[in-house]
């Protein structure tokens, strides 16, 4: 019987490829979550917000120290979807906010983070997340995609931003390709480990596929073909193998602002946040800012 395709990132969240009942089943409740992202926020200058959307209430973290520059704008990856293969989480809070961990490491003046629609935000906040398939299957949706777009309007017109620089982590890569094809301020695109073709990865690891109602980047993708974009890709990554980012550039279509990064010894999670420094000073093709 084939599973639901966000079992696979449950598996990652987990650490391990094949999933462990032991290491879930002692996760850490919602609030020992938010207090160790708070954490690591905290450690960078970053403040914590709650953005009311359309039709969400979304967390972010943000440092703004010159207003008027580009933001740098992190988004996390799916989450912790599934508790087990056969039952949903009732909160999908990432355990690891690697997006987060990016984040910290950014030394630009204006960074931004931003959960996925019902990462942090209690559901009494938020009563679009009583329905558990915004993690699941919609998560690419309408509604999420915009959502996530007002959140960027809102921050970018606070800090007067003179552009903004979109970085995705593994879904929400997806959601940073989404979200780039919708605005006319995007300087740059990087995703990490980026889910950029769900339906080519759902195949690969013979799952069911996303919802109708979720959106597939690999219809856009030839619309970013003049955005400068760089694709990291772990060597290890078994999650989100490389191909993923080659069927995307592939669908872009000839365009010498669009590359593919293999890093060395790095899977799904681990490695990205040591190697993240040296990957954000690598020179984009079609601009100079970084």
């Not at 972010?60 to 704008?73: C, D, V």
């Not at 919802?211 to 970013?224: R, T």
Request: proline share 7%; glycine share 8%.
């Amino acid at each position: 019987m084939k599973i639901l395709p966000a079992r696979i990132f449950t598996i990652l969240i987990c650490g391990v490829l094949f999933f462990s009942f032991a290491g879930c089943l002692t996760l850490p409740s919602a609030s020992e979550r938010l207090s160790t992202s708070d954490t690591i926020a905290q450690g960078s200058g970053f403040h914590r917000s709650r953005v009311h959307t359309t039709p969400f209430t979304l967390t972010a973290y943000s440092k703004i120290q010159n207003p008027g520059q580009p933001l740098h704008i992190y988004i996390e990856g799916d989450g912790y979807a599934w508790v087990t293969r056969n039952r949903v989480s009732g909160d999908p809070t990432p355990r690891r906010p690697v997006a987060l961990e990016l984040a910290a490491e950014d030394p630009a003046p204006n960074v931004i983070y931003l959960a996925r629609p019902c990462q942090y935000t209690p559901v009494e906040m938020n009563a679009a997340c009583e329905e558990e398939a915004y993690w699941i299957g919609k998560r690419f949706s309408e509604e999420v995609i915009g959502s996530m777009n007002q959140a960027i309007d809102k921050f970018a017109k606070e800090a007067q931003s003179s552009g903004i620089h979109l970085i995705g982590y593994s879904g929400g890569g997806a959601v940073a390709a989404l979200i780039a094809v919708r605005r006319q301020d995007v300087k740059s695109l990087r995703t990490v480990a980026g889910n950029l073709d769900p339906k080519g990865l759902d195949q690969y690891h013979e799952v069911s596929p996303l919802s109708e109602a979720s959106l597939d980047p690999m219809e856009v993708a030839e619309k970013l073909r003049s955005i400068p974009q760089y694709h990291f890709v772990g060597t290890d990554d078994t999650v989100v193998p490389v191909f993923v980012a080659e069927h995307f550039v592939k669908k872009v279509g000839d365009s010498a602002c669009v590359q593919v990064k293999r890093v060395s010894g790095v899977d799904h999670v681990h490695g990205w946040v040591e190697a993240w420094p040296r990957l954000l000073k690598l020179p984009m093709n079609g601009t100079d800012s970084n």
